[in-house]
Each structure stands twice: as structure tokens, then as C-alpha cells.
């Protein structure tokens, strides 16, 4: 039972490149969520989804796009990458929403020179 | 709109000393609690949640929480806290009219000294 994966571990851009984070997760969970982790700022939530084929956007949307074409796959998308999204973002998974606890992946460090 | 505060953002304590972490949130509604520990270099794990019932919950490695409804607080304890609690802690909230939004504070890194 892998939890939640993320792929890849670490990456380096140029500005103006494009990537896309994949988000995995092996336990049926509906929810899946996108974090960017910076120092000071805590956790802050990109986009989020409550269930196949929905997204939603959260505190800092701009920059990125996502989608959930199938429930197990949670894609993270950045068209045109900045150094300001030079961040450490996570992945989790929960059940649902109320009275579900969430389950984090192990990150991805990204760079953007 | 929703939001956590955590008052600390850096705290150093000896060995044994006591620990407390202040949480509070903005939400008028329903609301699940959590706190989460970050280990250097790993990823969030749960350490204790709140979603109804008894308000004082107890969590891994001796952690405890109270929820105190009236001042939307949920201040992490532990009485004698360990060099392996070394960390950073982050509260978070799940308000039940906002689906799908689990919000986080800014984190607080403890720093133990043996």
C-alpha cells in the first residue's frame, strides 16, 4: 500500500518552461488536494478536488492548473513556471471532506532559475 | 474567510520543558481541527483531530489538543517534550461549509535542545 506518491522528487526549470507534477494515490480516497510549502508561510493550498473530473481553486490559484481526469490521479500543471513558484509543493488525499483526516506525499522540491 | 493563526513561530525549549502552541481560526460553522508534524526532510504526518465530542483529544507521542469553541482556539500540549520532537507543527481547519478546503497555519518549528 503506497499511500500517496509524487513524481517527481525534485526538479529544476528554467523560467518560462512548463512541467506537470502527477499526484497518485492507492486508497479510493474522493478528495485530493495541492499544497506549495514555503518558509514562513506554512502550507498554502493551490487547488483542490472533491471527487473525478472536479477541480477547485484555493488560496493561490494563479500560475497553475490542474485536473483529475481519473479519481486515483491528481495533476498539477505549471504553463509558463516563474522563480516565484520555486517551492516545495505536497500532495494529499482525503476520503471526504468533513471528519476525514488527510494523507500527504512526500513533496516535490522545485527550482526555478 | 477562512483562516488559521499560529501565535509561534519559533520555539526553543530544553528538554523536559513544557509545550504549548497556540492555534486559533476564523469560521463561524462547523469545524474539524487538526495538527500535523513535519520531521525535518520528511512529509506531514498526522499527530491529533478534533471532529466532535470531547474537546480535549489526545494524539501520537503524547500530544494533546484542546478545542475551546468560545475562543475558536486548539492549542497543542505536551508536558515534557523530547530532542526527537524537534519539528515543524502545523494547525489546520476544515470548516464545514467550505468543501473540500483544509486550510493550514504558518507552521511553528520547535527547536529541542538536549
Known amino acids: 500500500n503506497a499511500g500517496v506518491t509524487q513524481t517527481p522528487k525534485f526538479r529544476v526549470l528554467k523560467t518560462g518552461q512548463s512541467m506537470t507534477l502527477l499526484c497518485a494515490q492507492d486508497?479510493?480516497?474522493?478528495?485530493m488536494y495541492w499544497y506549495r510549502q514555503d518558509p514562513g508561510m506554512g502550507l498554502r493550498l493551490i487547488h483542490y478536488?472533491?471527487?473525478?473530473?472536479?477541480?477547485a481553486k484555493g488560496e493561490v490559484p494563479d500560475g497553475y492548473n490542474v485536473s483529475r481526469l481519473k479519481k486515483q490521479n491528481f495533476l498539477l500543471g505549471l504553463e509558463s513556471a516563474a522563480p516565484s513558484q520555486t517551492s516545495v509543493y505536497f500532495c494529499?488525499?482525503?476520503?471526504?471532506?468533513?471528519?476525514?483526516?488527510?494523507?500527504f506525499g512526500q513533496g516535490t522540491r522545485l527550482t526555478v532559475v | 474567510a477562512q483562516s488559521v493563526s499560529q501565535h509561534n513561530h519559533h520555539v526553543i525549549l530544553s528538554e523536559a520543558a513544557s509545550l504549548e502552541l497556540g492555534c486559533n481560526y476564523s469560521?463561524?460553522?462547523?469545524?474539524?481541527l487538526f495538527w500535523y508534524v513535519q520531521y525535518p526532510g520528511q512529509h506531514l504526518q498526522l499527530l491529533l483531530k478534533?471532529?466532535?465530542?470531547?474537546?480535549l483529544v489526545k494524539g501520537i507521542k503524547g500530544f494533546e489538543a484542546e478545542f475551546i469553541k468560545s475562543k475558536f482556539s486548539f492549542n497543542l500540549r505536551k508536558p515534557s517534550v523530547q530532542w526527537s520532537d524537534t519539528a515543524e507543527y502545523f494547525c489546520?481547519?476544515?470548516?464545514?461549509?467550505?468543501?473540500?478546503?483544509?486550510?493550514f497555519g504558518q507552521g511553528t518549528t520547535l527547536q529541542v535542545k538536549p
Open positions: 494529499a488525499s482525503s476520503y471526504a471532506g468533513l471528519n476525514t483526516e488527510a494523507f
Open positions: 486508497m479510493n480516497h474522493e478528495y
Open positions: 478536488s472533491v471527487g473525478e473530473g472536479t477541480t
Open positions: 469560521y463561524g460553522g462547523t469545524v474539524n
Open positions: 478534533y471532529f466532535s465530542g470531547d474537546p
Open positions: 489546520a481547519v476544515h470548516g464545514s461549509s467550505n468543501t473540500g478546503k483544509l486550510i
